[in-house]
């Protein structure tokens, strides 16, 4: 299994302005991915981070609005941009390792726009 | 595209009792994964249990059990001796694997259960 932290935990965000979340795994993982969960919803995938190149958005996500980066196989961050009260959510990392198909969450960082 | 379905919102059991949580998913897909996640109020997402498609023997993990009925396309998670630590949001997910590694999840609308004394 990896484990996984992000940071911040939580935030509170004026509209308009950006917010850059971090994802660390402490061992080397294949894929990296950010899922959003609104507030009392499932998980929806907004894109897989690929290392050393752009990340592959879902339907719905531009990378306008959330750029991504993954300089390593262990970091990645998602930015979310000029904010609106709509993305007051719960944003959340995780990855999957080479020969095991299972994911891991890092503990999420919750988003409040006001 | 691949949807999950998970009927039931909200469940209730009391502890030590035994429950099942359903989950219904729809793929035309051979090979794939199914996997349950357990989402407690910390919101820690936790891999409770999973499911290979090309396995017919149903995964189990301690109290957790799954029946998993592929023609059906139906997962369901079944808890035994619940106890309040169980108390959460449980995820319904499927996976439709890249080689070797682990692809995007699609989940399901969860289940909210509540463990009572």
């Known amino acids: 299994s990896a484990v996984i932290s992000q940071k911040p935990s939580r935030d509170i965000c004026q509209r308009g302005t950006s917010l850059t979340i971090q994802c660390q795994v402490d061992s080397q993982v294949t894929m990296m991915f950010w899922y959003r969960q609104q507030p009392g919803q499932s998980l929806t995938l907004i894109a897989t981070a690929n290392q050393g190149s752009e990340a592959t958005y879902e339907s719905g996500f531009v990378i306008d609005k959330f750029p991504i980066s993954r300089p390593n196989l262990t970091f990645s961050t998602l930015t979310v941009s000029n904010m609106s009260p709509e993305d007051s959510s719960i944003y959340l990392c995780s990855a999957g390792t080479s020969g095991n198909y299972e994911q891991y969450f890092g503990p999420g960082t919750r988003l409040t726009v006001t | 595209a691949q949807t999950v379905t998970q009927s039931q919102p909200e469940m209730s059991v009391q502890e030590a009792e035994t429950v099942t949580l359903s989950c219904t998913y729809d793929t035309s897909e051979s090979n794939y994964y199914l996997f349950w996640y357990k989402q407690p109020p910390s919101r820690q997402m936790i891999l409770v249990i999973r499911?290979?498609?090309?396995?017919?023997q149903n995964a189990t993990e301690n109290r957790f059990s799954v029946n998993f009925q592929k023609a059906a396309k139906s997962f369901s998670l079944k808890i035994s001796d619940s106890q309040l630590g169980d108390t959460a949001m449980y995820f319904c997910?499927?996976?439709?694997?890249?080689?070797?590694?682990?692809?995007?999840?699609?989940f399901g609308t969860g289940t909210r259960l509540q463990v009572t004394l």
């Open positions: 499911q290979e498609a090309y396995k017919q």
């Open positions: 997910a499927f996976m439709k694997p890249l080689t070797g590694t682990a692809s995007k999840l699609t």
